[in-house]
């Protein structure tokens, strides 16, 4: 395979805008308000504040949702595997003080250095799909997880259409290797997909694309998610949210439109169907309660 260490990283030819400094102003976005709204629900499930609770954003980049929540008065930390992130949110030390630094590096085999059950929730927003070993993951997961914690795990499902970091149809679907990587190079030089930045061919693009969806991306069946979190203790439930957002429609429509999600509610196991096509988002709670080494 042509393929080479030389080529562009994706994130970096696609404008992520986890690159750029972070300002106090992208801290209130929608996506935040409603990634809140769902942690939230979880710390009502708890019958606590959400503002007495420990939050983790597990995979942070620039820590926008970290800076949203200590916004909100929320005792929120971020982690991350990618330095160049972490230093884009740097500001967030300065506008909140705290005794610990407010995001921090994931350090050798996926370890964080927060004490065994700090978290009362943990949420993982886009992250799972990025991780090469899930399996270590959801293992420094559990053991950050208070036992009676909550994680909220939300990631693109395995049958999306649309891919939705190079938005090429359907081609995540195929195993990876030299077919997905060829099909990748060919769309890309065909006009799909995300467009290459100034000063870069639609071939090199090709290139970079097919290269991050071989080491950067992991799709996984909900199955598979599920059962590596249930071997490391964590028991995942994928219709709490879905429940949850319907219940929030139904108190806030009315008419006809109130009508359609009553009959919407009774097919619930087909809106449960959204998350395998979808954006999932699946709830994790501990199933066991003592972590046993090498599970
Ligand atoms: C699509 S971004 C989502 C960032 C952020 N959660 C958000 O919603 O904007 C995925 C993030 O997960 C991080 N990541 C991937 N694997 C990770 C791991 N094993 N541990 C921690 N972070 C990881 C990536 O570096 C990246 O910042």
Known sequence: MELSGSIPKFRECSGDRKYRDLRQADLQTDDSAKLF?????????????????????????????????????????????????????????????DERPLL?????????????????????????????????????????????GYLLTLFPA???????????????????????????????????GVAPPEGMSRQMMGKVIAEYAQSETFYRSNKLIAEVCNAKGIALDFRLVPEHMLKMKLARSSGLQHLVYVFVARLL???????????????????????????
């Open 37 to 97: 709204r769902h942690l939230e629900n979880l710390a009502q499930r708890s019958g606590r504040e959400i503002t007495s609770m420990r939050v983790l954003d597990f995979g942070c980049g620039r820590g926008e949702f970290v800076g949203y929540l200590r916004s909100k008065g929320i005792h929120a930390y971020g982690v991350e595997i990618d330095e160049k992130f972490l230093a884009a949110g740097a500001v967030l030390d300065s506008l909140y003080r």
């Open 104 to 148: 921090a590096l994931v350090g050798v085999e996926g370890k964080v250095g927060f004490p065994d059950g700090y978290f009362d929730l943990i949420i993982a927003n886009q992250v799972f799909e990025h991780v090469a070993q899930l399996d270590l993951v959801a293992a420094e997961l559990y053991r950050l997880l208070d036992s009676r």
């Open 158 to 192: 395995r049958f999306k259409v649309i891919e939705p970091h190079y938005h090429l149809t359907m081609v995540h679907w195929l195993p990876k290797g030299p077919l997905q990587q060829g099909l990748i190079r060919l769309l890309v030089s065909l006009g799909f």
């Open 269 to 295: 196991p087909l809106v449960a169907l959204r998350n395998s096509f979808k954006t999932c988002a699946a709830v994790g709670r501990k199933h066991r309660l003592e972590y046993e080494s090498g599970a």
